[in-house]
């Protein structure tokens, strides 16, 4: 593997490594804390998975992260699952990602963007103002540490306003995007019971507005421990009866009081795929994602005052919360709520050169889509501000890495591709940006600092140059406190623990080269990942088998070796029912409707049945495997399916497929 692209596409300059936050905080730990001076970031890596600990508290100390009450050590008991992380601490997350209020009161710390992609400003001091009023409203309603507050917003400012409001006050942010329907909303929140839904009445995306007042009706009747509603009126209608109106509890002049939480207070909930049934609710803590994301986006991202950070995103996606934490590190940050291809293509880079982005960020499958539609960003748009162009969502394809590259350096710009990878169950990368290190086509560059990754086989022996299963050996802050509603901790433990006790396992199959980089091969598992936005199996067989001509359904979304992502929905009928036009129509109006829109299948495929499990669950990875060409005996376990002749039909589409 390591042989494949012996040289770089991309070399940092001697100037850029210089200048770069991680060198200066290399320099800076070999100083106070013994970290290696010489030997690059492969020598700081090695020590700080090493000298866990140590680099932790590192990372607070650099960052000046500030505890209300001390800490009694880094790391009390480091068993995974359940490692505690700086015991006896306290600290507020939103009062360090309002900082830069200080010293730049009148500097945008938020740029929102809508479809006519001009860029409007809200300054530190405002966002600070705003949620200072916000917090006292909510601790008026009775919001108190641990309560749940929810959103189901867009990407723009109330979002950002709210939860940092939440967190202020020591209350637990959920949020999903308006472009999810009522059930897959309700699936989420109903199993975290908020005292507090904001909502907006409808959103615009692609040159349309999309009415939400009869799903946000549906969800004030559903979700039975709500105290208050907060109306955001985004199209411009009058607030619902018994609604508060979001414009009067951000009235106030009042400066922002910051509760001080124990470091493993929640800070947010996000949500898995529910592949399995419903979404797995994943707790991450306050002090875990405020010094995860300081590291990630202050050393790996370098990110600082001077930067703008834009990633397309929506609030139903971990890289938000990402996005959002751009402010731990002064950066202003770039709110995008839109299409990602309106009114063309070009759309992104347009925001990008409208913003002055200094770190872009979009998903591998843009990149694709731009290179196909012959869009030329750094020939039609001015990106001289751009540094990095970062892809996350799926690999980023050897020739997306060749067309960036080609296309920037047309114009003679130096351009540094992250492709990263991580996941929303530790809301930050696994591996990915370093800005010290060569960039070579097809690869991520290096496992992040504190991470100690690997590939392993299925005895638990790590590999070189061989592809294997994502572990992940030593805690991270960031990994889940635990999951809602999972009061014995079951539930996370087979989600990442099952598999190899006492080491995270995340479900991607990864190969680590022998120079330190890191390929990514897709999931091993069977989660649905369309445009960023993941969804699981779970939620697409609830909508579509409601109708009455399927008696089951299967999902499966592929990656292709071009970059493209195939997502068929096999149908079984039920008996005298025809796949015509008319029910291949209802099944995508009812995806459309009831769940995403971004999740309507690429094809709709008549199958003689759906194979199982002995314990009758539906098998969906070894059906993908097939469908990726890979042979039967190597793809199923087949003592484990209960009618072994129905994986003929999915052999033979493969077949044809190829």
């Known amino acids: 593997m390591s042989t494949v692209n012996p040289q770089p596409l991309w070399q940092p300059s001697r100037e850029q490594i210089a200048q770069a936050r991680i060198t200066t905080f290399q320099t800076w730990a070999a100083e106070h804390h013994g970290a290696p001076a010489e030997g690059g970031y492969a020598a700081l890596h090695r020590w700080s998975v090493d000298e866990l600990d140590t680099f932790w508290k590192a990372v607070t100390e650099w960052f000046d992260v500030h505890f209300s009450t001390p800490y009694a050590r880094v790391l009390g008991d480091r068993t995974m699952p359940g490692a505690q992380w700086f015991p006896g601490a306290t600290l507020n997350y939103a009062e360090h990602a309002l900082r830069a209020a200080a010293s730049r009161a009148d500097e945008a710390a938020l740029l929102y963007v809508d479809e006519t992609h001009d860029p409007r400003p809200v300054t530190w001091a405002e966002l600070r103002r705003q949620v200072g009023s916000l917090a006292a409203e909510l601790r008026s309603l009775g919001v108190r540490p641990g309560d749940r507050v929810s959103g189901y917003l867009p990407n723009i400012p109330q979002a950002v306003v709210?939860?940092?409001?939440?967190?202020?006050?020591?209350?637990?942010?959920?949020?999903?995007?308006?472009?999810?329907?009522?059930?897959?909303?309700?699936?989420?929140?109903?199993?975290?019971?908020?005292?507090?839904?904001?909502?907006?009445?409808?959103?615009?995306?692609?040159?349309?507005?999309?009415?939400?007042?009869?799903?946000?009706?549906?969800?004030?009747?559903?979700?039975?421990?709500?105290?208050?509603?907060v109306h955001i009126p985004l199209l411009g209608t009058e607030a619902p009866d018994g609604a508060l109106d979001w414009s009067a509890l951000t009235a106030a002049d009042t400066e922002p009081v910051f509760e001080p939480v124990p470091f493993d207070h929640p800070l947010w909930v996000l949500y898995s795929s529910g592949t399995t049934g419903l979404p797995k609710a994943i707790v991450q803590s306050q002090g875990g994602i405020l010094v995860e994301h300081l590291k990630q986006l202050g050393l790996h991202c370098d990110l600082g005052p001077e930067d703008r950070f834009f990633w397309y995103t929506s609030t139903g996606w971990m890289m938000w919360n990402f996005l959002v934490s751009g402010l731990l590190t002064g950066t202003t940050i770039v709110l995008y709520d839109g299409s990602p291809g309106h009114p063309d293509t070009g759309a992104q880079w347009r925001i990008a050169e409208r913003t002055g982005a200094t770190l872009y960020g979009t998903s591998a499958a843009y990149v694709m889509a731009c290179r196909k539609a012959g869009v030329h960003p750094s020939r039609d748009f001015d990106l001289s501000a751009v540094k990095c162009v970062a892809t996350t969502g799926s690999p980023l394809p050897p020739d997306g890495f060749r067309w960036l590259h080609d296309e920037f350096a047309e114009n003679g710009a130096d351009l540094w591709i992250a492709s990263v990878s991580g996941g929303t169950d530790v809301c930050s990368c696994f591996a990915g940006a370093v800005p010290t290190l060569p960039v070579h086509i097809g690869e991520l560059q290096a496992p992040g600092l504190g991470t100690d990754l690997q590939s392993w086989d299925p005895s638990g022996k790590p590999l070189t140059d061989e592809v294997g299963e994502l572990v992940v050996t030593n805690p991270m802050p960031s990994m889940p406190i635990h999951f809602w509603n999972d009061p014995d901790g079951t539930r996370y433990h087979d989600s990442y623990f099952d598999t190899y006790p006492g080491v995270w396992r995340h479900g991607?199959?990864?190969?680590?080269?022998?120079?330190?980089?890191?390929?990514?091969?897709?999931?091993?598992?069977?989660?649905?990942?369309?445009?960023?936005?993941?969804?699981?199996?779970?939620?697409?067989?609830?909508?579509?088998?409601?109708?009455?001509?399927?008696?089951?359904?299967?999902?499966?979304?592929?990656?292709?070796?071009?970059?493209?992502?195939?997502?068929?929905?096999?149908?079984?009928?039920?008996?005298?029912?025809?796949?015509?036009?008319?029910?291949?129509?209802?099944?995508?109006?009812?995806?459309?409707?009831h769940l995403s829109p971004r999740h309507v299948p690429d094809e709709i495929i008549e199958v003689p049945g759906v194979p199982h499990t002995l314990t009758g669950k539906?098998?969906?990875?070894?059906?993908?495997?097939?469908?990726?060409?890979?042979?039967?005996?190597k793809a199923v376990n087949p003592g484990s399916i209960d009618n072994l002749d129905l994986l003929a039909f999915y052999e033979e589409l493969a077949r044809k497929r190829a």
């Open 162 to 229: 709210a939860l940092l409001a939440t967190a202020a006050v020591g209350g637990v942010w959920t949020s999903c995007a308006p472009d999810f329907g009522a059930r897959s909303v309700l699936d989420r929140f109903q199993q975290v019971e908020p005292v507090v839904l904001f909502t907006v009445d409808g959103y615009r995306y692609g040159g349309k507005e999309h009415d939400r007042r009869d799903v946000v009706a549906e969800l004030r009747r559903e979700l039975p421990t709500l105290r208050a509603v």
């Open 508 to 593: 991607d199959w990864i190969t680590i080269t022998s120079r330190g980089s890191v390929v990514i091969h897709g999931r091993s598992d069977s989660t649905l990942n369309r445009q960023g936005v993941r969804m699981g199996s779970a939620d697409i067989y609830e909508a579509v088998e409601r109708l009455p001509e399927i008696r089951e359904s299967l999902v499966i979304g592929v990656e292709q070796p071009d970059g493209g992502y195939w997502m068929p929905l096999f149908v079984h009928l039920a008996p005298g029912s025809a796949l015509d036009e008319d029910l291949r129509g209802r099944i995508k109006q009812t995806i459309r409707e």
């Open 618 to 633: 539906r098998i969906e990875v070894p059906v993908k495997r097939l469908l990726q060409g890979a042979p039967l005996e």
